[in-house]
């Protein structure tokens, strides 16, 4: 009833440090993820890209790898099995953008998770769940034949957009709470 704003600005937040990746995806290894998409678009794109791909869990790990090594893209792997959160914050710190490739599926956690480390997002624009937190502060959302475009804009943009700040404005755990005290008449004191 009070929406999938659950975000911590604690467990995930911006680590100063080099960001020797362009872009991250955290995603399970499987199919619905289409990590395919995220691929090809690479594969346009110049091979000084440089992409990190985290799986906490998946069936299709050994095929991802197969599959970036095959068409000769730059992509470093960790997984499965998964690290733990504080982990994942600092590996989305590695990182300049993050992505969400699927299309059917729900993302509103990850979406906001990239953002609460400070990264912009690039999101699938036939993305099921999780649309509503893309902003023109946030991220930007491109179609599968366009990724690689959509990629290449927003690792231009990314310097000037404060996804954090959105975030916690609108969408961290607190905000929940607070609707939730009002659903069911609990006054803040």
């Known amino acids: 009833p009070i929406g999938p704003e659950f975000a911590s600005p604690n467990l995930f937040h911006p680590i100063a440090g080099p960001k020797p990746y362009d872009v991250i995806y955290v995603a399970a290894a499987q199919s619905y993820k289409r990590h395919d998409i995220l691929f090809e678009a690479l594969a346009k794109l110049p091979r000084s890209l440089k992409a990190l791909c985290v799986f906490g869990y998946g069936e299709l790990s050994e095929d991802l790898r197969r599959y970036a090594n095959d068409i000769k893209i730059n992509v470093d792997f960790i997984g499965p099995p998964g690290v733990a959160f504080?982990?994942?914050?600092?590996?989305m710190n590695l990182a300049k953008i993050g992505v969400v490739c699927g299309v059917d599926d729900g993302a509103p956690a990850i979406l906001t998770e990239y953002m609460l480390a400070g990264l912009p997002v690039l999101a699938n624009s036939e993305l099921r769940c999780g649309?509503?937190?893309?902003?023109p502060q946030t991220g930007r959302v491109a179609s599968a034949a366009q990724f690689h475009e959509g990629i290449r804009t927003m690792l231009e943009m990314a310097p000037d957009l404060d996804p954090r700040q959105v975030v916690i404005d609108n969408w961290t755990w607190h905000h929940s709470v607070e609707k939730l005290r009002k659903l069911i008449g609990i006054s803040e004191h």
């Open 131 to 135: 649309l509503q937190y893309i902003t």
């Open 86 to 91: 504080s982990e994942v914050n600092r590996l």
